[in-house]
T-cell receptor, first 116, second 116 residues
Framework: AQKVTQAQTEISVVEKEDVTLDCVYE???????LFWYKQPPSGELVFLIR??????QNEISGRYSWNFQKSTSSFNFTITASQVVDSAVYFC?????????????FGTGTRLTVIP | DGGITQSPKYLFRKEGQNVTLSCEQN?????MYWYRQDPGQGLRLIYY???????QKGDIAEGYSVSREKKESFPLTVTSAQKNPTAFYLC???????????????FGEGSRLTVL
C-alpha cells in the first residue's frame, strides 16, 4: 500500500488563482514527519516544509500555507495567488524515524502548471 | 556558493556497460543519498551514506554500487546488472547530525541516464 498518496497527477490554474495540492498519508507510527518538496524544471528538489506529528498547527509562509489534519491523515498545501514561477512538480513525503529506515517515502507528485 | 553538483547532466549508455554518476557537495554534510526517479513515480532510495567509508543499501540497491572515500564525494555506479537503468538520478545530502527522515534534504540537479 502506498504510504503517501497524491491523487492529483496534474493541475492547471490561471495565474492569480489559488490552488490546493492534496496529500494523504498512511502510518501506524505515532512519531513521524511530513515534508513538501518542489521540483522545478531544472530538476533539483527544493525543500519547502517539514512538520512533525505532534505539531498540528497550520503554517503560512508568504503565499504558501499548509493544513495538517491528523484526523484525516492529510497534509495539504495551498498556494495563494499563484504565479508562473510556481509551475513545478510538488512532492509530499513521509518519514517514520522510529520504526522506519533512514528514508523518506515520496508520493508520486503533482505537476502544477500556472498559465499566464 | 555551496551546493551539490551532479555530472554529467545527460548520459547515454549501451546495454552491458557500466556507468558512473558523479556527486560532489561542498556543504560539509555528513550524510549523502542517491535516489532514482521514474516518470509518474516518486523518488526511491538506492543507497545512502552517513559517514565516510560507510554506506547502506536503500530500497532498490540491486544493480548499483557506491563508494564514499571522501566526505565531499558519493559516486554511483550503474552496473550492467541493473535491468532497467534508464531513469533520472538525484543525489542529496543533509546537515551533519541529521538523517533523511528527520532533516531537510539538499538535492543536486540530477543526471538523466538513457540506455540505448
Amino acid at each position: 500500500a502506498q504510504k503517501v498518496t497524491q491523487a492529483q497527477t496534474e493541475i492547471s490554474v490561471v495565474e492569480k488563482e489559488d490552488v490546493t495540492l492534496d496529500c494523504v498519508y498512511e502510518t501506524r507510527d505515532t512519531t513521524y514527519y511530513l515534508f513538501w518538496y518542489k521540483q522545478p524544471p531544472s530538476g533539483e528538489l527544493v525543500f519547502l516544509i517539514r512538520r512533525n506529528s505532534f505539531d498540528e498547527q497550520n503554517e503560512i509562509s508568504g503565499r504558501y500555507s499548509w493544513n495538517f489534519q491528523k484526523s484525516t491523515s492529510s497534509f495539504n498545501f495551498t498556494i495563494t495567488a499563484s504565479q508562473v514561477v510556481d509551475s513545478a512538480v510538488y512532492f509530499c513525503a513521509l518519514s517514520e524515524p522510529v520504526t522506519g529506515a533512514n528514508n523518506l517515502f515520496f508520493g508520486t507528485g503533482t505537476r502544477l502548471t500556472v498559465i499566464p | 556558493d555551496g551546493g551539490i553538483t551532479q555530472s554529467p547532466k545527460y548520459l547515454f549508455r549501451k546495454e552491458g556497460q557500466n556507468v558512473t554518476l558523479s556527486c560532489e557537495q561542498n556543504l560539509n554534510h555528513d550524510a549523502m543519498y542517491w535516489y532514482r526517479q521514474d516518470p509518474g513515480q516518486g523518488l526511491r532510495l538506492i543507497y545512502y551514506s552517513q559517514i565516510v567509508n560507510d554506506f547502506q543499501k536503500g530500497d532498490i540497491a540491486e544493480g548499483y554500487s557506491v563508494s564514499r572515500e571522501k566526505k565531499e564525494s558519493f559516486p554511483l555506479t550503474v552496473t550492467s546488472a541493473q535491468k532497467n537503468p534508464t531513469a533520472f538520478y538525484l543525489c542529496a545530502s543533509t546537515r551533519s547530525g541529521l538523517t533523511a527522515n528527520t532533516g531537510e534534504l539538499f538535492f543536486g540537479e540530477g543526471s538523466r541516464l538513457t540506455v540505448l
